[in-house]
């Protein structure tokens, strides 16, 4: 299959604000928590804050949904000059690992030599996770919206529950995603939950929407990172060792599209993360197999939905996740280590570019917990509406 | 124990548009209804402007049974109305229509133990008031069942 992204095109910086918890950001703005991001990101790079010409978004450049970063603040903000592109990827989340996949093709095509992708979040009384209620009705959400399925763990954890039903999942497997997560996080000053998390804490834990517990909900979080991408050429003479970019897809299936919305997916889709065909045509584009990456970094905005990504990319057979989680393969040590910043659910919650970070430094050997030589990292978007995404980045 | 509840009603709202209203004044009449193609027969659900499998903009609202069989479900305890109505416990619910293809419905479950639900249940529709005088298909067990 064609893919005339590999290896063209590096991300060569990455910025980061402290991550906050929801609320506490304040008095900074969301333009402000961006610029420092990329201020951050272009120190990192070597590289001037005006070289940047370029801004790929992603959830509809409407970061949080509510808040904007905008390229037209933000330009005016740090004074960047003139720029060659400014684009979003469509929707929500699930286009955040592909972001790094338009700022390819705007440097592919010649149109920008440095590109920004960002998210800044800034939930303030915006919070996401009850984001579904607090719209007025559409037509469509009204076949949804009156069941009381205000945020997107509802619809999680009906399909989590479905799960449990074809395959004898148990609240165990969650558990042990939501403690591995906790204990990559506990070591790392980036990350807003350190304390320790017990099975009987979470066994005991608070239910939301059954089967998912407080736990397997992500964190609340504000802060914003930057993350900065040129060419391969460019690449090598910057400050940074380069992390190449292999292969990156968005986009997804018409039977995945329906999941957040009305739960009309066929039976194998409806208990997957609707990642399966985004796995199939990265691993085409890229040569490259489940057994040839050294780190995960899924999308784990719920607990229920890293083990369903980590069928859908092809780390254990589908429907035998909940057992492949539960013998330790996440772990550290595991056969597939995944989220080792903490992620979503430990670490902090800026919609998936935190997970492009810890890629980042990963694939340098900079790493807080660092997978010894990892050398090729999935970086995942969603589960959420269409797009969703994946990159394979490499060292 | 705890019977699940409906969404208490006046907090309820509903938009419409053309290809959805026929599917709001049968269910307002107490009537379960569901779009089917009037070319190639295929159901959808949500009522939208062409069937996904042939394109045709024909549609017959076929009359259903009410009859229902739980897909998956979740049961929660928080207030759906923090601030404005108080902790209560309901089901969000997918149900199958057999009458229907198979499409399926995002409803409650209302009148059960959340410790009896099992999926692939029987269930039958009822119809809940919610705001503007509109209804909302609510499910429960089929009786005897």
């Known amino acids: ?395 | 124990m705890t019977r699940a509840q409906a969404i208490p009603g006046e907090h309820v709202r509903i938009a419409m548009d053309a290809w959805t209203e026929p599917y709001w004044l049968a269910a307002k009449a107490g009537r379960l209804v569901a779009p089917r193609c009037a070319i190639c027969g295929t159901f959808r659900m949500p009522p939208g402007p062409f069937c996904p499998e042939c394109q045709s903009q024909q549609i017959d609202w076929a009359e259903l049974s009410g009859e229902g069989v739980l897909f998956s479900f979740a049961v929660c305890h928080r207030s759906p109305f923090p601030g404005k109505v108080a902790d209560f416990t309901y089901v969000p619910a997918v149900v199958s229509l057999p009458d229907a293809g198979g499409v399926r419905l995002v409803s409650n479950l209302i009148d059960v133990e959340p410790e009896s639900i099992r999926i692939d249940m029987p269930l039958q529709v009822v119809f809940s008031e919610i705001a503007g005088g509109w209804k909302v298909p609510l499910f429960r067990p089929t009786r005897g069942s």
């Not at chain 1, 517990?213 to 504000?222: G, K, M, Q, V, W």
């Not at chain 1, 330790?328 to 492009?356: C, D, F, K, Q």
């Open chain 1, 1 to 395: 299959m064609s893919n005339p992204l590999y290896r063209k095109v590096a991300i060569v910086g990455v910025g980061a604000t402290p991550y906050y918890r929801r609320g506490e950001s304040q008095p900074q703005t969301i333009t402000e928590l961006a610029g420092k991001a990329i201020l951050a990101a272009a120190q990192d790079a070597g590289i001037s804050v005006k070289d940047i010409d370029g801004f790929a978004h992603y959830s509809g450049g409407g970061s949080g949904h509510n808040n904007f970063a905008d390229t037209n603040l933000i330009m005016e903000a740090l004074g960047i000059p003139e720029i060659g592109f400014t684009a979003t990827l469509t929707m929500g989340g699930g286009g955040s690992a592909a972001s790094i996949g338009l700022a390819g093709a705007a440097i592919l095509a010649g149109d920008a030599k440095y590109v920004v992708s960002l998210m800044a979040l800034q939930q303030g009384n915006n919070r996401l996770g009850v984001v579904l209620g607090a719209k007025p009705p559409t037509p469509e959400s009204s076949f949804v919206q009156p069941a009381g399925m205000v945020g997107p763990g509802h619809a999680m954890a009906i399909m989590a529950r479905r799960h449990m039903h074809k395959y004898g999942t148990r609240r165990e497997a969650f558990a042990e995603i939501a403690i591995t997560h906790r204990n990559h996080a506990m070591v790392r000053p980036t990350s807003l939950q350190k304390k320790p998390l017990t099975l009987e804490a979470y066994m005991s834990a608070r239910m939301i929407a059954e089967p998912l517990c407080l736990y397997d909900y992500c964190l609340e979080t504000d802060g914003a990172v930057a993350v900065i991408s040129t060419s391969a050429e460019r690449a090598r003479d910057l400050r940074q060792k380069p992390v190449y970019l292999l292969g990156s897809v968005h986009g997804g299936r018409r039977e995945w599209g329906r999941s957040f919305s009305w739960m009309n997916m066929p039976d194998d889709i409806f208990t997957s993360a609707g990642n399966l065909s985004i796995a199939r045509l990265l691993y085409e584009k890229t040569g490259l197999t489940p057994q040839n990456i050294d780190v995960a970094l899924l999308y784990d905005h719920f607990s229920p939905l890293v083990m369903m990504q980590l069928e859908d990319y092809g780390f254990c057979p589908v429907g035998e996740g909940g057992p492949f989680v539960e013998s330790g393969a996440i772990r550290m040590n595991g056969s597939i280590p995944v989220n080792p910043h903490g992620g979503n659910l430990s670490e902090g919650y800026v919609i998936g570019m935190t997970h492009v970070r810890e890629a980042v430094e990963q694939l340098r050997g900079t790493a807080v917990n660092q997978v010894k030589g990892a050398g090729l990292a999935l970086v995942t978007g969603g589960p959420a509406p269409i797009p969703v995404s994946g990159i394979i980045l490499g060292s």
